[in-house]
């Protein structure tokens, strides 16, 4: 393997983290801000890109791998954490909002994943962590990722994380799979992935789900979110301007009309 294999358990049901257990000298790699906590004896190093790219790479190749992640929206740099000392030690990196932590042992998944843009969380030191451009207009301009989506590559467990509770649906050649957009974490590298039109002029304008569906085409596996955060983020918006305003109507029969009795 080219990837440190590392050993790990996740904990917690809502708000999980993942625990990864070091050998000396073995290294994970994370994004800013997931970290936890971590025994004594483990050294953090901020890297220029990903840390994939070896000393061979040069400057050009630490430069190409920072602007991979640019791309994505994400940090310049990530955080490695390697066990510099005796025995067996341990850091944890926490979700950044309820939802579940998926781990992905990339050995077993030829090697490469494709995902939405803000779910990886942290992987064996050798994953790559690079973008992926869709070559399809209609799911580049309405797939809720846009032209770009991250990917995982290598042969190392690497954990990405998505909001709610997670499926994983695993395809034969041939089926397919449509989805909302927006509840789309991952894909294996043999899936079709496209973006299918909702039928009838009902559906699209008073449907409430949108105007799109994502389909998805085996061979290949997929994992998909019940809850995705852009979901979450609106209904929190909405409560906020809600009570913001002084709204009172949950539970009340009158509702809205209470409100407005009130002078709100």
Aim: charged share 25%.
């Amino acid at each position: 393997m080219s990837a440190h294999e590392i050993d790990y358990h996740i904990h917690g049901e809502e708000m999980q983290f993942v625990e990864i257990e070091l050998d000396p000298m073995e290294t994970v790699i994370a994004e800013a801000g997931s970290f936890m906590m971590m025994d004594d004896g483990i050294e953090m190093a901020t890297l220029f890109g990903d840390g994939s790219q070896s000393d061979n790479g040069g400057l050009w190749g630490k430069l190409l791998s920072a602007g991979k992640r640019l791309i994505t929206g994400e940090s310049l740099f990530m955080t490695a954490y390697t066990h510099a000392s005796d025995g067996k030690k341990r850091v944890s990196f926490a979700s950044p909002y309820p939802g579940k932590i998926i781990p992905l042992d990339l050995s077993k998944l030829d090697g490469k994943i494709i995902c939405q843009k803000d779910a990886f969380l942290c992987a064996a030191k050798g994953v790559s962590v690079g973008i992926e451009f869709s070559q399809k207009l209609g799911r580049g301009f309405f797939g809720g990722e846009g032209f770009i989506m991250q990917k995982l590559e290598g042969d190392g467990m690497a954990f990405v994380h998505a909001g709610g509770s997670i499926i994983e649906k695993k395809l034969e050649l041939g089926e397919v799979l449509k989805i909302d957009t927006g509840c789309l974490v991952a894909f294996t590298r043999d899936v079709d992935y496209d973006i299918e039109m909702v039928r009838g002029v009902r559906n699209m304008l008073f449907g409430g789900e949108g105007i799109f569906l994502a389909r998805l085409e085996g061979p290949g596996t997929v994992w998909i979110q019940s809850l995705p955060f852009s979901r979450m983020a609106d209904r929190v918006l909405q409560a906020s301007r809600h009570y913001g305003k002084g709204g009172k109507d949950e539970g009340s029969i009158l509702g809205s009309l209470g409100n407005l009795l009130d002078g709100n």
